[in-house]
């Protein structure tokens, strides 16, 4: 029953944001258990196997040829399970696991049974405590209550600066129950995740204090007034929650792809396509990791694969004098209609997906847009083109939008957090964000840590985003031209009915 509540299946995987885990507890349901003896036809198991290993052969990592040795999330390196707590410490008595017939299996399992399968944010949470031990012990725990990870990570950093700047405790300011006193312990993890699970202060006795955290941080922050005011915590950055009361995930200023396509989607979009074009010049710059490529040719691979905007080079120039531009609208667009489809309904893994640039392809060119059909064709019987996914991905997206401007959403609403636009973006544990982007005219790796959001520029920019979906733009709703071309007339006929539909 709490907002913040997951949907957890297998040791360490969550429907996580949308708070599903609430709507679940709302019907008194607690789980879901199939079993079954069916499979799943596939048309033609041939072609299946012949693409698998076609892939394998010729974009996978090679064990006694490694390209890669640093964990990455594409396919030319080994996958590191588990690795992301505290930025690395492997254990030994490991073995990976994988999803059924993926060769990269990028999560881990141990034999202490501690953070078993757990990846990313999940590793992440109650860095400061004391031992690795303790961490991983912690990310059971929010698995086993069923509480979103990336909430959590921010929201108990939230409470322990609260805390240090004397805002929280005891009798004070934020009433708060949690024993700081044991902070690092696992006790202390498990009061404060209990407090929210049980809505209580953890410790078995009634309490506000777990009720307010259990409507999620944001709300909480509001419950106790800390976020009106020229010192509130949306104003200062305090509260690291960007958008739609959701917690910071890519750093927003620097990765546009992710901002955008957030704040213009419903959720933190979890999709991470581009991520590469950051973490490699950044690890390269912290770490000395060799670089893919320079700016130009990792900028010409990528857009020569973003049908139907290929060629657009400019689209990957993520420069300050070019992050309102038209070009990064049809970034934005191609990252929503390509994970629309490709991702959330054919199901390629978001960690993969798509293969734009690969050390193992010819000319370092990755798979996708031949990969994707060839696996869907293959399984379905259908003769599906890339860009007939493209095509309705962006179907899809416009269904979104629809049915988000039928509940309500308006252009008005779709602002950052007041911090994007007041302070400048700050280097999380000394991390620069190196992107792609031109200067003087070239093309290079440029630091974009340091800058912040325009307001005026944001607005230009959703226009021109609005413009170029087809968008009536001074509400953002659909029109009936765009959503007819795409044969969703019966979305615009509802949108009418209900006073929604666009003009133009
Ligand atoms: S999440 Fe992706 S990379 Fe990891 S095992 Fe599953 S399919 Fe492979």
Same mark, same amino acid.
Request: charged share 35%; glycine share 12%; proline share 6%.
């Given at each position: 029953m709490s907002r913040v509540a997951c949907l957890i299946h297998d040791a360490s995987s969550a429907a996580g944001q949308g708070g599903f885990g609430a709507v679940w507890g709302s019907k008194r349901l607690k789980a879901i258990s199939a079993i079954g003896s069916g499979s799943i036809r596939v048309n033609n198991p041939q072609a299946l196997m012949q693409a698998r290993l076609w892939q394998k052969k010729h974009y996978a990592f090679k064990l006694d040829n490694l390209k890669r040795k640093f964990m990455s999330v594409d396919f030319q390196s080994p996958p590191v399970p588990g690795t992301l707590y505290r930025s690395g410490k492997p254990r030994t008595g490991k073995r990976p696991q994988a999803c059924v017939g993926c060769h990269s299996a990028c999560r881990g399992r141990y034999e202490d049974g501690l953070g078993n399968e757990a990846t990313c944010f999940t590793t992440l949470f109650y860095i400061y405590g004391r031992t690795l031990d303790i961490q991983r012990q912690a990310s059971d725990l929010i698995n086993r209550y069923g509480l979103n990870a990336a909430e959590m990570f921010w929201g108990e950093l939230y409470l322990r600066d609260l805390h240090r700047s004397g805002n $929280?405790? *005891?009798?004070?300011? +934020?009433?708060? *129950? $949690?024993?700081?006193?044991?902070?690092?312990?696992i006790d202390f993890a498990e009061q404060l995740v209990k407090s929210i699970a049980y809505r209580n202060d953890g410790l078995g006795n009634d309490h506000q204090f777990g009720d307010d955290l259990a409507e999620g941080f944001v709300r909480a922050a509001a419950k106790w007034g800390r976020l009106e005011g020229p010192r509130g915590d949306f104003k200062t950055g305090r509260l690291l929650f960007p958008y739609w009361g959701l917690p910071m995930h890519k750093e927003p200023r620097s990765q546009l792809d992710w901002a955008y396509g957030t704040i213009l989607g419903?959720?933190? +979009?979890?999709?991470?396509?581009?991520?590469q074009l950051r973490s490699n010049p950044t690890y390269n710059k912290k770490w000395g990791i060799p670089l893919y490529g320079s700016a130009e040719e990792v900028v010409r691979i990528y857009t020569d694969k973003m049908v139907p905007f290929q060629g657009d080079r400019l689209m990957l120039d993520f420069s300050s004098a070019n992050m309102y531009s038209e070009h990064i609208a049809k970034l934005v667009s191609w990252h929503r209609y390509y994970t629309r489809f490709w991702k959330q309904s054919a199901q390629f893994c978001d960690w993969r997906w798509p293969d734009f640039l690969n050390l193992y392809g010819p000319g370092k060119v990755g798979s996708t847009g031949i990969a994707e059909p060839k696996f869907l064709n293959a399984v379905t019987g259908k003769n599906f083109t890339f860009l007939d996914g493209i095509e309705l991905g962006k179907k899809i997206w416009n269904l979104d939008h629809a049915i988000w401007t039928l509940q309500g959403k308006h252009r008005d609403m779709v602002h950052f957090a007041d911090f994007l636009y007041t302070q400048p973006s700050f280097s999380f544990r000394g991390m620069p964000e190196y992107m792609p982007g031109r200067e003087n005219g070239k093309w290079r790796y440029i630091e974009t840590l340091g800058r912040s959001f325009n307001r005026d520029k944001f607005e230009a920019f959703k226009t021109r985003f609005y413009k170029l979906q087809g968008w009536?733009?001074?509400?953002g709703y659909p029109t009936a031209s765009t959503l007819k071309s795409m044969g969703l007339g019966y979305v615009a006929k509802e949108l009418e009915q209900n006073g929604k539909l666009g003009k133009g």
């Open positions: $929280l405790g *005891p009798g004070r300011e +934020i009433d708060s *129950p $949690l024993n700081f006193d044991k902070y690092g312990t419903d959720r933190d +979009i979890n999709e991470h396509g581009f991520d009536e733009t001074n509400s």
